[in-house]
């Protein structure tokens, strides 16, 4: 069955670094989500993307945050100057068409910790 | 924004028992989704609910959304060890999810 994939599983960084989070959605589906889950908290949308732009994005996205579709399969969260409380799970997933009847797959995810 | 609350926030079943999470919302669903998680790892899709009354179920598993669309319930049936994990309720929030807090499942041999 297809399938979400996210690298790397896990990232260490130092504060004040880069990071960027990779993901290959499911090969036909049009709609990318970035969601992230810090910690003993809710699972928390970040962003959608569709036809290479933003379609929305959550207070939580602001100016350190970018998302980008490089090439016909990967999907990339960039995080700029990272802070502690950027720490997280990071999820990304995908879905066919945004209808409601359509369900969004996710991928494993990726641990973020910031030192 | 729609707030989903889960209960219970976990539960010890043994295995054999029946077990049932309630998912509420504070607005209308129009589309709830119940996934599940282990821990440290990605969310799965379990089922999707749109109409209010819809039933469905898989393999042991059966979610319901009650009339008024506000309220689903995910019901397992002689539950097994595969089904421990972290059990999310998802609304759709204009195409975007919000989600409960989980449900942790244990179940013990």
């Known amino acids: 069955e297809p399938e979400v994939t996210q690298t790397p599983s896990h990232q260490v960084t130092q504060m004040g670094q880069e990071v960027i989070l990779r993901c290959v959605p499911i090969s036909n589906h049009l709609y990318f989500y970035w969601y992230r889950q810090i910690l003993g908290q809710k699972v928390e949308f970040l962003v959608s993307f569709y036809n290479n732009e933003i379609s929305e994005k959550s207070e939580i996205f602001d100016d350190q945050f970018s998302v980008e579709r490089p090439d016909g399969s990967n999907f990339t969260l960039k995080i700029r100057s990272t802070k502690l409380e950027d720490s997280a799970m990071y999820f990304c997933a995908s879905s066919d068409r945004q209808m409601v009847d359509q369900p969004q797959h996710f991928g494993d995810g990726t641990r973020l910790s910031i030192l | 924004s729609q707030e989903l609350e889960q209960s219970p926030q976990s539960l010890i079943v043994q295995e054999g028992k029946n077990l049932t999470i309630n998912c509420t919302s504070s607005?209308?669903?129009?589309?709830l989704y119940w996934y599940k998680q282990k821990y440290g790892e990605g969310l799965i899709f379990l089922m999707m609910l749109q109409k209010g009354g819809e039933e469905k179920s898989h393999e042991k598993i059966t979610a319901k959304l009650d009339e008024k669309k506000q309220q689903s319930s995910l019901h397992i049936t002689a539950s097994q060890p595969s089904h421990a994990g972290i059990y999310l309720c998802g609304a759709d929030n204009d195409y975007k999810l919000s989600f409960g807090a989980g449900t942790t499942v244990t179940v013990r041999a």
């Open positions: 607005k209308t669903l129009y589309g």
